[in-house]
């Protein structure tokens, strides 16, 4: 009971998720070798433009770059790189959450910022036994990091403000509330002129792990942390029910939405979620070693957290090795001083790594759709009968 | 302009298209949704490159690569959806894009406005420049936009289903508009699927099928009836003797299902029927006259007034999710956009829509029943960690027609399940319909293939403007005669 001669084919592009912007950001996957070789021939490239750049300022390439390795392999750096990285780590996990769910987080910044004076200042006003009050302290990071989070997930679902447009501002208007809850709450710090919350009293810190042999200094406690957000992460995005609409909706809002998603209702708890990691950026620090919020706080992990995200391809694995790179050139430029060199060229190298890696990623992922397709084709056409050019 | 050759070779959307558009006349291309006539028009228009075939205007080749030389050739192309700034006005809107230069720098509104005062008053488009285009009504608008392309040098216009937007006096005032272009010596082609309206202003008809050009029609000598029968074809469908198993049993019933769009215009009004256990429901209609509507209605992913009731329990106020977990089933029309995430493996695809339960994914579970669906159904790959984009879309759609199945819904809503499709996937996906509703399953089959529509459905109903039309008694009515009470064309079956 057909009507023509030939049945119409539509040609089966996939139009909709496969966009330059969803492969930038990870929501398609790239298989097997070909995840590992794109991040590593940009790092390649990048490593060919440094050595470049450092060729016509008049520097030893190699040696410049040997001595950060050098310097990278002591103990002591080790440990320092590890400590950074940690905080990489959470807030690059942050932004994936987000990204995964075509959701921008642009504000890990001022969400880690806040989340950590409002955890400090609790963790030194009050002295609990010692587990329930680190307890407390995450607690209250987490709880605000969602919460300044969770303004803009409101927004975008209530009245269809961008998130982009709405983090950034929710970060500036973080930068004045905490500038004045700080002069508010602070006490000064002892030999110096910089002013910070009352310090957590020793119920509330976390011991170092002596993770590396030889290191006069520790590794944060809460390094651990970082570890378990990661499994986290992969438990709840690949794992639950949750995770699979979560990851539906970034993948195709349209097929969510007829499957039963509700977008709205997602977009709120993914920013909750994105913003409670978000809260955690600054607590290995605050309660590793700092045990006040001051003016000397580092800011500005939230932004090195998206360039983390998308070199690890928001993967929790990817992100690690993107957090630990970042934090070795981040931790060994201080040893260009010696060589004469400047450390900013280590900007350089951290700018053409990401640029580099977005292109190969890219590169890699048009070569694998089509194989894809070449190889589906080629094995249906071996069982005999097949079903005509499309796929 | 003299003839139009294009030839588009194997599966794609167009091939073989023969069409001719004399000098001022208004030339109707009318077909089927998904038959092609906006894959002919995008190459007319330059967004498409044919991958074979000549275009010849004037008897001149030529070659369109971008719609910038379709214009500087003098097409231009009025989509069916507004393109227009609502916060600029008419003027502004008009010379977007080509904006008059005086001195090089300074833009020279005085001219444009007298020209396109001048453009107005010559076609009698009755439009005036300085008002903000959020401040004009849909019909207006839509004569900005032919102005639109009449200011930039149009002798050719091409208008994409201009009527689907407009109420009835609105459109007798662009029929008009259009005899009045004409008179002016521009040409123009009208896409179409009205056929009434067609038959009313058009000068010429072309008729489109599955991607071909099937006939070309004097509208003075032919009659709604004889163009809805090009349009779906002339063949019946094979006489089905099959036992009815409609029951008594009701398992969805609709009433009062009223939505109105952004404005007011009213995309269904007062939609009711019932479907028992064991019964499909075709809705017959031509498309774009509140299908899509119902199903989203049905689904719960827009909002509507109404009262739907399954199986007894009123799920009026349900969400989707809960509709779905309470037994309906959705083949969406838009089975890439709506039915899969394409760079998902399939097994990961058999959890879509069907992820009610515990905190955790049944990984194993959905592989194993994904492996259940790929050999039940015959959906052919080589394994279920492929993507779904790398499945033909015949493939795709048994996927998605057997991860619908599962579960025993109650109900199951297929918007056209077999578009696309090919023929041998087509008649498994008709089989396994048949079967379910043997087996007690209701289904709301909406379809643009009245062969399909007849042959599948135990009752019929004809959607039209959003209203149910008319009952046609599958057993006996002809493809052309539902397709006459699909346009509207008089004569019910």
């Known amino acids: 009971m057909t009507t023509g001669t030939q049945a119409p084919q539509t040609p089966q592009v996939p139009q909709h998720a496969d966009t330059f912007a969803n492969r930038l950001v990870g929501r398609i996957r790239l298989n097997g070798m070909m995840a590992l070789a794109a991040p590593l021939l940009a790092i390649l490239f990048a490593g060919l433009v440094t050595s470049l750049v450092l060729i016509i300022t008049g520097h030893p390439p190699i040696d410049s770059l040997l001595a950060m390795v050098e310097f990278a392999g002591m103990p ?59 307890a407390l302290i995450i607690l209250v990071a987490v709880l605000v990091g969602a919460a300044w989070a969770g303004i803009a997930g409101v927004l975008k679902a209530r009245r269809g403000v961008s998130e982009v447009i709405s983090t950034i501002m929710l970060n500036t208007i973080a930068t004045g509330l905490g500038a004045w809850l700080l002069t508010s709450w602070a006490v000064p710090v002892a030999g110096s002129n910089n002013i910070g919350t009352k310090p957590i009293g020793e119920s509330g810190q976390v011991p170092g792990i002596s993770l590396i042999p030889g290191a006069p200094n520790q590794v944060f406690g809460l390094f651990l942390l970082a570890v378990l957000v990661g499994i986290g992460f992969h438990l709840l995005l690949n794992k639950t029910r949750f995770g699979f609409d979560l990851r539906s909706t970034g993948l195709s809002e349209p097929a969510a939405v007829a499957s039963g998603v509700n977008v709205k209702k997602m977009i709120v708890i993914a920013m909750l979620i994105s913003g409670g990691m978000a809260g955690l950026v600054g607590m290995p620090q605050l309660l590793g070693s700092s045990y006040s919020y001051g003016l000397d706080f580092p800011p500005g992990f939230g932004f090195t957290g998206i360039a983390i995200a998308l070199i690890g391809r928001n993967n929790p694995i990817g992100v690690a090795f993107g957090a630990l790179l970042w934090s070795f050139l981040d931790v060994s430029q201080n040893i260009l001083n010696f060589e004469k060199v400047s450390p900013e060229i280590v900007t350089i190298m951290q700018g053409v790594i990401v640029l580099a890696v977005v292109i190969a990623y890219e590169l890699v992922h048009r070569y694998r759709i089509v194989a894809e397709q070449r190889r589906v084709s080629r094995e249906l056409s071996a069982s005999a009968r097949t079903e005509g050019a499309a796929a | 302009m003299d003839g139009i050759t294009k030839r588009f070779p194997g599966v794609v959307a167009n091939r ?56 500087a050739a003098g097409i231009g192309m009025v989509h069916q959806h507004f393109m227009l700034a609502d916060n600029l006005t008419v003027l502004e809107n008009v010379v977007l894009g080509s904006e008059p230069r005086r001195a090089g720098l300074a833009l020279d509104f005085a001219a444009a406005r007298k020209k396109i005062k001048g453009i107005s008053a010559a076609y009698g488009l009755d439009v005036d420049p300085d008002v903000l285009v959020e401040e004009i009504g849909v019909g207006q608008r839509q004569r900005v936009e032919i102005l639109k392309v009449l200011y930039r040098g149009a002798r050719i216009l091409i208008l994409d289903e201009p009527t689907a937007v407009l109420v009835p006096h609105e459109v007798d005032e662009l029929f008009e508009n259009l005899h009045g272009l004409v008179r002016e010596g521009i040409t123009i082609i009208f896409i179409s699927h009205h056929l009434d309206e067609v038959l009313k202003v058009a000068d010429a008809i072309t008729v489109i099928r599955r991607g071909t050009t099937v006939a070309s029609v004097d509208p003075a000598s032919v009659t709604a009836r004889q163009l809805a029968e090009l349009m779906v074809g002339s063949e019946l469908p094979s006489p089905e003797t099959r036992e009815s198993t409609v029951t008594d049993v009701v398992a969805l019933e609709v009433s009062g299902l009223t939505m109105a769009a952004e404005g007011g215009r009213l995309l269904l009004e007062d939609v009711a029927f019932t479907i028992h256990k064991g019964e499909v429901l075709g809705i017959a209609g031509v498309e774009g006259n509140g299908q899509a509507e119902l199903v989203e209605a049905v689904m719960g992913i827009r909002a509507a007034t109404g009262a739907i009731t399954l199986a007894g329990t009123d799920i009026t106020a349900w969400s989707t999710l809960r509709r779905r977990e309470a037994g309906i089933g959705y083949i969406p029309e838009d089975r890439q956009r ?106 709301l089959l909406i379809s643009a293939d009245l062969d399909e529509l007849i042959g599948l459905s135990d009752s019929l109903k004809v959607l039209l403007r959003g209203r149910i039309v008319a009952d046609v008694d599958p057993a006996n009515v002809t493809p052309e005669q539902l397709g006459s009470a699909m346009t509207g064309a008089g004569e019910e079956a």
């Open chain 1, 76 to 134: 002591r750096t080790m440990v320092g790189i590890i400590n950074l990285a940690s905080a990489y780590y959470l807030s690059a996990m942050a932004v994936a959450l987000g990204f995964r769910m075509n959701l921008f987080n642009i504000g890990v910044d001022g969400q880690y910022r806040l989340a950590a004076l409002c955890a400090a200042a609790v963790g030194g006003a009050v002295t609990l036994p010692k587990p329930l009050h680190i």
């Open chain 2, 338 to 443: 709506h039915g899969l995430l394409l760079e998902a493996p399939l097994w990961e695809n058999r959890i879509l829509g069907h992820n009610s339960g515990g905190i955790w994914i049944d990984r194993k579970g959905a592989r194993a029943d994904t492996e259940r669906i790929v050999a039940q159904y015959d959906v052919r790959t080589p394994g279920i960690d492929v993507d779904a984009a790398a499945l033909s879309g015949g493939n795709q759609q048994k996927l998605i027609v057997g991860r619908e199945m599962s579960g025993d819904p109650v109900l199951l809503i297929a918007a056209h399940p077999t578009r696309g499709v090919d023929v041998g996937a087509q008649a498994a996906i008709w089989d396994h319909l048949r079967d379910a509703r043997a087996a007690g399953l209701a289904v």
């Open chain 2, 16 to 71: 073989d298209i023969h069409l001719s558009v004399s000098k001022g006349q208004i030339h109707a291309i009318v077909g089927e949704n998904g038959a092609g006539k906006s894959t002919l028009m995008k190459i007319l228009y330059g967004m498409q490159r044919p991958d074979e075939g000549e275009i010849r205007i004037d008897g001149t080749p030529v070659s369109f690569s971008t719609p910038g030389d379709a214009i």
